[in-house]
């Protein structure tokens, strides 16, 4: 357990590395390709266009990362206090100060966020702006004064212990050895702790000095991967090597390096291939002098030929370490596949062991993983589940209903909680992240996960699917009404026009479920532990259910501290961001005994339109949004 806490500490620290350079990739090719177009050594050398060069790598790109970085702890304040702290170790060291920028820029950030949270509620009307514009500037300046002295010094020496490290690699011909690392962390997703944190920062500062550095190709080498793909391609058997050609593809020119991870995972051998295809690339891009003018990403053989230093030698240098990489690891895979005892590789079982490594949802494991069951025959009972099943499933359940009873089918569309499923359930809806917890329960249902619950695909391929499957001839002939469902007559009292609140801004999404819960207690809805349980629910998995639209609301275990049903509609017109989707609308809920489900049938059928979520979302009264609402 302490392990696996550790690894997953890692790659939560390697993520937020990631999440301040990537957002920059733009101007580190931006400054790499005028580095390599005009220095004096460059492809068309110009003295006035290559001036730029200094300035952008010393204070163009440390500055972007730290305000990004702030801005990822708190929002914009938290950008611009951590640009001004970025910019004193950037003035108090000569080198390029990327890892000064990854430190102070989310300090500047958390700095000034718990700066608000101490002055929430404290500063008098009318003296916001002045306080809001001297607290960011005198933290920021302080902060910046602060780095100067001790952060740009300290990091400096700890950047040239860095690179005395690298070098002495270098000189004793041993940095093959850290694909020992690197291969087996890709894998185990520590790979942007490796990148980011470390090779990028000094791989930039070897760049400036000399033009190129092998660093931007230890981890970003695409050929060890696409050696084992290959290997499986030819050598594989069952559903792994019919998906490997197309993995092949995805990963060489795509540069989505996830995609074979599954792979080498089904056979653990394989962590050799990868290992010794990286040490061999490694060894080539250093005995022909390989390596790129900026970081390659994604880890592409086209992003590494746009950002190869252009002369013959480089192009050679770079594309012979690639396939070198790629046929020892091609090589040794084969070894590991034919010696192997296994009959047929499960690709969908190691695609769900790499997610669970990961901690979330794979961005590949819809291409590798395919539905393990046929959709059953005679379907007459679909259900929608969520944690609570008072939200989410229920929008969800609201809008297939629809679909089902326009299609003149005859099925049961209902919602619950995960907890709640019954055993006969044959057709199980679910969002991604909860999907695994519904397989737990009902694993004999077939087993649907969506990402978008007001305007899935799923849904009209589930209509299209039943279709054909005959449902329309089924036995099952009772009218689908709300009393089936679950369902109770709606009530005018659940929502009112004084719980709607238009212009609404926000820094985070906490803030904003924060702001719908306050609005429920007050309308005397539900008890103050509510709110906590709201928060703790859109951890558990997102409560952004598409079309610009969130509808908070709390757990299963909260359903005790409603008291009765209600609803607070919160417009946000610049929108707020709920895990990098923008909300516009948000729909805070409290469901008491089902009374509340009718009327979130409309809201769903109504949300469903991005021409009435424009309409709300641009309502100048409460009156207006209520109308469109009432609509349905």
Not at 24 to 51: D, V, Y
Not at 461 to 467: F, T
Not at 595 to 611: K, N, P, Q, W
Request: proline content about 4%.
């Amino acid at each position: 357990m302490a392990q696996s806490n550790i690894k997953l500490a890692v790659q939560k620290f390697g993520n937020f590395l990631s999440s301040m350079v990537m957002p920059n990739i733009a101007a580190f090719i931006a400054w790499g390709l005028i580095t390599a177009l005009f220095i004096p050594t460059g492809f068309i050398p110009n003295e006035s266009l290559a001036k730029m060069v200094g300035p952008m790598v010393s204070f163009l790109l440390p500055v972007l990362i730290g305000y990004t970085g702030g801005k990822l702890v708190h929002d914009q304040r938290g950008g611009v206090v951590g640009a001004i702290a970025t910019m004193g170790v950037v003035v108090g060291a000569g080198i390029p100060m990327f890892l000064g920028a990854m430190i102070m820029g989310p300090f500047g950030g958390y700095a000034i966020k718990k700066f608000d949270q101490w002055v929430e509620g404290k500063v008098k009307t009318g003296f916001e702006m002045l306080v809001n514009n001297f607290s960011a500037g005198i933290l920021g300046g302080g902060l910046a004064i602060v780095s100067f002295l001790a952060v740009g010094p300290a990091v400096s020496v700890f950047t040239g212990w860095l690179e005395n490290g690298v070098e002495w690699l270098v000189s004793m011909k041993l940095l093959p050895l850290t694909s020992i690392l690197i291969e087996p962390g890709k894998v185990l997703f520590l790979n942007n702790a490796i990148n980011h944190g470390i090779l990028s920062p000094i791989g930039t500062e070897q760049a400036n000095s000399t033009g190129k550095s092998v660093l931007f190709l230890l981890e970003a080498n695409p050929g060890p991967g696409l050696g084992v793909l290959l290997a499986y391609s030819i050598f594989g058997k069952g559903n792994a090597k019919r998906t490997a050609p197309g993995a092949a593809i995805i990963q060489f020119l795509g540069g989505i390096h996830e995609i074979y991870f599954p792979y080498i995972l089904m056979r653990p051998l394989l962590f050799l291939a990868v290992i010794l295809g990286g040490m061999s690339g490694v060894f080539t891009l250093l005995l022909l002098g390989g390596g790129l003018f900026a970081p390659s990403s994604p880890g592409s053989i086209i992003a590494i030929t746009a950002v190869t230093p252009h002369h013959a030698s480089a192009y050679i240098a770079n594309f012979a370490g690639i396939l070198v990489a790629a046929a020892v690891s091609f090589i040794v895979s084969i070894f590991v596949l034919k010696t192997g005892k296994q009959t047929n590789e499960d690709i969908e079982e190691a695609t769900k062991k790499m997610q669970e490594m990961k901690g979330k949802k794979s961005s590949v494991s819809g291409i590798l993983a395919s539905r393990t069951k046929d959709i059953p025959q005679d379907v007459n009972k679909i259900v929608f589940a969520c944690d609570a099943g008072m939200g989410s499933s229920a929008m969800g359940a609201s809008l297939l209903r629809k679909k089902v009873k326009e299609a003149g089918l005859k099925v049961s569309v209902t919602n619950t909680a995960i907890s709640n499923l019954p055993e006969d359930a044959q057709i199980v809806i679910t969002q991604e992240e909860l999907t695994p917890r519904a397989e737990n329960k009902v694993p004999g249902a077939y087993h649907i996960s969506v990402e978008n619950f007001l305007s899935s695909p799923e849904y009209d391929k589930l209509i299209n699917e039943l279709k054909n499957g005959g449902n329309e001839g089924s036995q099952h002939e009772e009218e689908i009404t709300a009393e089936d469902t679950g369902e109770k007559p709606a009530d005018d009292s659940l929502l009112l026009e004084k719980y709607i609140f238009l212009n609404k801004d926000f820094a985070n999404k906490e803030e904003a479920i924060r702001f719908a819960g306050r609005a429920l207690v007050d309308g005397g809805y539900v008890d103050e532990s509510y709110i906590e349980a709201m928060i703790e629910r859109d951890k558990i998995t997102t409560t952004y259910m598409g079309n610009d639209v969130a509808i908070p609301h709390g757990t299963e275990d909260a359903k005790k501290a409603v008291i009765k049903s209600g609803f607070t509609v919160i417009q946000v017109p610049n929108g707020v961001d709920f895990d990098g989707e923008k909300v516009r609308l948000i729909f805070g809920i409290a469901g008491k005994d089902g009374t509340h489900l009718e009327i979130l049938s409309g809201i769903a059928v109504t949300c469903s339109d991005m021409a009435n979520i424009e309409k709300m979302a641009e309502a100048k009264t409460a009156k207006e949004l209520m109308e469109i609402l009432n609509q349905n």
